[in-house]
């Protein structure tokens, strides 16, 4: 094994042995700043929460009125990230074909830490990944993006059977769908948006984000997208 795939393997273990007893102590916090390289390529001039979530919403006032800047989408930032990543924030978007990230907030390669699957949920897989992108690579926001019309909660609202693996989607969806029966307005949305808060819940339950929202180094948001508009709007 070779230097550089060795310093990899003992960054990947040492995460992986946070959840052993270093959780809750504060050592999390300083073990993971020894994981991120100094040489790897900063998304933005991004030092707090508030700033990585006004800088997504200002890519996405851009985006929806058509006034992208395509930053950081060029072959020298290609070679920059290469060498590794440091998104400033981290999504957990629907795989939804028409909610692609980088585009409605209009970033670039190696700005946003994103995990897709269908309804956003965050599952065991999911919150680890996010643990990852937050305590490893130093995003300072999570953002659980709902949508306009989901699929899979429309399918969760209307309790068909469905084949396949889909019903573990619905079974992490019901939750939502569940406290939004009662709310005026329309159905369908109501749920996506309890969804969305539903999500946000189970992320903050993970030890490894509530000791970086505890430090300040992380928040923890929800956002609407509108199909039509193409316009987020926070969740809460």
Known sequence: MNIKHQKNYLSRRNLLQLGTGAIGTGVALSVASNLVTPEVATA??????DEA???LLDGNDRFANRKRRYKNQGYTRLQEVAKGQKPFASILGCADSRVPAEIVFDQGLGDLFVCRVAGNIAVPEEIG???YGSLVLGSKVILVLGHER????DATLKGEEVP????KLIEAIKPGVEKSKGQP???LENACKANILVQIENLKSSPVLSELINAKKLKIVGGYYDLDTGKVSLVS
Request: aromatic letters at 0%; one cysteine or more.
């Open 44 to 49: 933005q001039n991004i030092t707090n929460p």
């Open 129 to 131: 990944s996010l643990e």
């Open 53 to 55: 979530i006004k800088a």
């Open 185 to 187: 307005g329309d159905k």
């Open 150 to 153: 989901c699929g899979a909660v």
């Open 164 to 167: 396949g693996q889909i019903g």
